[in-house]
């Protein structure tokens, strides 16, 4: 698994960024994949999870209802759709792919593979 995160930006508050998250190997449809984000000074944190053929999903509880994960295993990508936006969303972003139980879906230790990360910067 060779993830690579994009989509990130510069958006004002109250904007939407779709980020995606490509997979270049063959074996992308088999992993549960996650996103996290590390704001500025913080550590990194669960942002949501997808299991591998996309049936159910899980997401941080302040995010839910604004941030929606998604797959195309056709196409090796997922996705993180983020509406709403708020400067406290501000962090740069990371994808990552496990085999892990699901019941491990928020440990960022759980996850074999990482993508380099992309920059969201919400503005006020």
């Known amino acids: 698994v060779q993830l690579q995160a994009s989509g990130g930006g510069l958006v004002q508050t109250g904007g939407s960024l779709k980020l995606s998250c490509a997979d270049s190997?063959?074996?992308?449809?088999?992993?549960?994949i996650a996103w996290f984000r590390q704001p500025p000074g913080k550590e990194r944190e669960f942002v949501a999870a997808?299991?591998?053929?996309?049936?159910?999903?899980d997401y941080t509880d302040s995010l839910k209802g604004r941030f929606t994960i998604s797959r195309d295993n056709a196409k090796n990508t997922a996705y993180l759709q983020m509406n709403n936006l708020k400067p406290e969303d501000t962090a740069v972003y990371y994808c990552a792919a496990t085999l892990a139980n699901w019941g491990s879906r928020g440990l960022r230790s759980m996850y074999n593979y990482w993508g380099q990360g992309t920059q969201v910067t919400v503005s006020s």
């Open positions: 997808i299991t591998s053929n996309g049936g159910t999903t």
């Open positions: 190997g063959r074996t992308f449809r088999r992993y549960k």
